[in-house]
């Protein structure tokens, strides 16, 4: 029962967090009164005018969910509390960043600084008590679970067809629509690389520049380089549904809960990640779908190694889910690799208790899979004189620290530290060129003629700059990557991009399309502005608008590897690493934050990786209770 202090302390937080989201950080026009503690307040009171219905609704909600105590369900609840504080003041940031790209803002005046504090205090209060939530929807008893019996083999085929052909349906109308489909300038980069407008280089993935570009070919012979492409969206839509039909029958297998099974189906169905990346040509959607399969095979090779090992379907599932997280996307194999390395120590671990045989044909398993990705790439790389990409597609994360430590700091910066960057990068540009949410304009000007031993004096003089402008490197990183964990920014703004890609109008563009045949509009105009304005609607609705926003799912993931390491579920980090080892891709890599599809294969995964959690869970309940 909580106390009258308890709910004293707990109706202040509420406050603080009802009052949170209606902060305007940044400064407010108006007149000032010169004396500090009225200007404080006079700053609040504009940022908060004409909110106090919403906060007071806010301010119930929370209030309520906060007497229910959640919490009692996390365990060690200081380590989320802690985690829930780093989360807001990277939200406090970004609320500075946004604007200009500093942290000016946040103690430009007294005012600033009393409404930091409120948002701080208010948004960690706020991710504290979502996460209390979650911990408690995870330790849910049995009455909440879909009860489905059957083994961990998926042999009954018709639940996967009934949701597979479900699925297709409702996307008919918007795969109908795409025609010949949706590309963005990476996607025509690659066409202009196969056909021979531009060197062909690795800086994208080969296998899948080589893949789309037969499509494309196969389409040309047949009278219209348009259907070659359609047909590849088509190819990609029935992987994309057949991938997701299958993870919803594995969930029903480890007996899912009701309401994460019904918010996977319904995400699977409507949610534009899944829906409009089915139609569009690009990298990021084959890879997705094939991490999240090998998610999937993961997670029945775990649950039981031996039935895993004994199915045909399983060896040809793990085979290609293998191959595609491989030579699909660059940097798949950063994720790849460390996960199977786990798995392998895992069976090797497990071996008296799964069997010489079990151990050896998961091993050939893996062994086969990864030798066979490596030879397809490297043939594919000979056969078309495929030019190696750039060691800088690997340092941009440095680049960027070093680049925004020159905008800041340039006239501190001693001659031989200068010296050691201007022998990889362009040092007298990097001011200019720097952007706080792409490293391309600094990458392009790496010196192609480094040789490792200016390499390696870079690095260790970017190492050692560390220590001297600690805050220009910090910025820099929490600058880029604010987004991971920041949901605040406009949903519908970051898929905008893909559902309205066009070509690049300049003249080489304009020639290729004209001697190809590729058409860039859609086939109906209008059908594609009901779909985009429908789907916008999903962005506006509560709750819906952060299913639909990556840095929910990136929250939800940290949380959970958080939880199933106080539970002692193991296993489940090896589920989950695919995910947080994303995460670190996507810090490292030098991509535009702003665009959520490089989150997708956490997007993806999470709901069967929670299912996992719950599956494990319960299992060990069972276990406890001599069942």
Same mark, same amino acid.
């Given at each position: 029962?909580?106390? @009258? ?26 007149? %000032? +009164? ?14 908060? @005018? ?45 609320? #500075? ?37 979650? =911990? ?41 629509? =795409?025609?010949?489909?949706?590309? =963005?300038?990476? !996607?025509? +980069? ?11 280089? #690795? ?45 919803? %029958? ?20 409507? &949610? ?26 993961? %997670? =029945?090779?775990?649950?039981? /190694? *031996? ?17 595609? +997280? ?14 199977? &390395? ?26 086969? !899979? ?27 994360? /440095? ?104 070509? *690049? ?36 609705? /509560? ?7 990556? &840095? ?9 590897? %958080? ?18 080892? !994303? ?38 309940? +069972? ?5």
């Amino acid at each position: 029962m909580n106390t @009258k202090t308890e709910k004293a302390v707990i109706l202040i937080f509420s406050f603080l967090a009802a009052m949170m989201p209606f902060l305007n950080i940044g400064s407010i026009e108006g007149e %000032i +009164t010169g004396h500090a503690v009225v200007d404080m307040f006079i700053s609040v009171n504009r940022a908060l @005018k004409g909110k106090s219905l919403v906060m007071t609704i806010l301010l119930c909600a929370l209030y309520c969910l906060g007497v229910r105590r959640y919490d009692r369900d996390m365990p060690r609840r200081a380590v989320f509390m802690v985690f829930s504080f780093l989360v807001s003041l990277v939200w406090l940031a970004a609320e #500075s960043f946004r604007i200009d790209d500093t942290l000016g803002y946040l103690t430009a005046d007294t005012g600033q600084i009393l409404k930091s504090l409120i948002y701080v205090m208010g948004a960690a209060y706020l991710i504290f008590e979502i996460l209390a939530a979650f =911990c408690h929807l995870m330790a849910l008893e049995d009455g909440n679970i879909l009860r489905t019996e059957g083994s961990g083999e998926i042999r009954a085929a018709g639940p996967f067809l009934r949701t597979f052909v479900g699925i297709l349906a409702v996307w008919a109308l918007p795969v109908y629509v =795409c025609y010949p489909g949706y590309m =963005c300038n990476d !996607s025509w +980069t690659q066409m202009l690389q196969y056909w021979g407008y531009n060197d062909f280089t #690795s800086h994208h993935p080969p296998v899948h520049t080589v893949l789309l570009g037969l499509f494309s070919r196969a389409g040309k012979a047949l009278g219209s380089m348009n259907g070659g492409l359609y047909a590849f969206v088509l190819f990609q839509t029935i992987i994309f549904a057949a991938v997701l039909a299958y993870t919803y %029958i594995l969930m029903i297998r480890m007996q899912t809960p009701a309401w994460l099974m019904t918010l996977f189906l319904l995400l699977a169905i409507f &949610a534009p990640h899944f829906q409009n990346y089915a139609c569009t040509i690009i990298k990021d959607s084959l890879y997705s779908i094939m991490v999240l399969l090998f998610v999937d095979e993961l %997670i =029945c090779a775990i649950r039981d /190694p *031996g039935d895993f090992i004994s199915g045909k379907r399983h060896w040809i599932l793990s085979f290609f889910s293998i191959l595609g +997280t491989a030579l699909f996307r660059n940097n798949g194999k950063h994720i790849l690799y460390p996960t199977l &390395a786990l798995a392998a120590v895992f069976v090797l671990i497990k071996r008296k208790e799964l069997g010489k045989s079990v151990v050896v044909r998961i091993l050939v398993l893996i062994l086969v !899979s990864v030798t066979f990705a490596g030879i397809l790439e490297k043939g594919v790389i000979r056969v078309h004189d495929i030019e190696p990409g750039s060691i800088g597609e690997a340092l941009s994360f /440095p680049f960027q620290q070093t680049a925004r430590t020159v905008v800041e700091h340039g006239d501190e910066i001693t001659q031989e530290e200068k010296e050691a960057i201007d022998a990889v990068l362009d040092y007298n540009s990097l001011a200019e060129n720097y952007k706080p949410h792409l490293s391309d304009p600094v990458k392009a000007t790496i010196r192609k003629d480094a040789d490792s031993k200016a390499l390696i004096r870079y690095l260790v003089t970017w190492f050692r700059m560390f220590f001297k402008y600690p805050a220009a490197y910090v910025k820099a990183t929490v600058n880029q990557n604010y987004l991971l964990v920041y949901p605040r920014e406009e949903n519908r703004a970051l898929y905008d991009a893909t559902l309205n890609y066009e070509p *690049g109008r300049d003249e080489l563009m304009v020639t290729v399309l004209k001697e190809t045949g590729v058409s860039e509009g859609t086939r109906n105009p209008v059908l594609k502005d009901l779909i985009y304005n429908l789907q916008s609607i999903l962005y506006s609705l /509560p709750a819906a608008g952060l299913l639909l926003h990556h &840095a929910s799912y990136v929250i939800i993931l940290l949380a959970s590897i %958080i939880l199933a390491i106080q539970k002692k579920l193991y296993r489940y980090l090896i589920i989950s690493l695919p995910g947080l080892l !994303s995460v670190v891709v996507i810090i490292l890599a030098p991509v535009i934050k702003r665009h959520p599809r490089y989150s997708f294969p956490i997007m993806y995964t999470l709901p069967v990786m929670l299912a996992y959690f719950i599956f494990l869970l319960h299992d060990r309940r +069972t276990i406890d209770s001599g069942n």
